[in-house]
């Protein structure tokens, strides 16, 4: 399974963004996945998570009332609508598949396969 994560920017407080991360592989639509953000000096942290269906996402309390995750399974793709931007949720975006299919996991060391990542800055 690989992973491209796209779509972040730099914005201001309040705007939104839309990440996608594409899939490639047959079994892509079978795999959960996950989305993460890295800022410099911090832990990697857990956003969002969703189920192979589409259904039962996971949600991070700190961005649970903001951020919508999806997926398109006849496109390979999952997505993360991010609304009402903080400068505080700069960082690098990532999103992941675990090694098995039928999984998701809120723990970034149950997943195996990464996107490159792609930057969100967000400005005051």
């Known amino acids: 399974v690989q992973l491209q994560a796209s779509g972040g920017g730099s914005v201001q407080a309040g705007d939104s963004l839309s990440l996608s991360c594409i899939g490639s592989g047959r079994w892509f639509s079978s795999y959960g996945v996950g989305w993460f953000r890295q800022a410099p000096g911090k832990d990697r942290e857990f956003l969002a998570a969703i189920k192979w269906s589409g259904d039962s996402p996971l949600y991070a309390d700190s961005v649970k009332d903001r951020f919508t995750i999806s997926r398109d399974n006849a496109k390979n793709a999952v997505f993360l609508q991010m609304n009402s931007l903080k400068p505080e949720d700069t960082a690098v975006y990532y999103c992941?598949?675990?090694?098995?299919?039928?999984?998701?996991?809120?723990?970034?060391?149950?997943?195996?396969?990464w996107g490159q990542g792609t930057q969100v800055t967000v400005s005051s």
């Open positions: 992941a598949a675990p090694e098995t299919t039928n999984t998701y996991y809120t723990s970034w060391r149950w997943y195996r396969y």
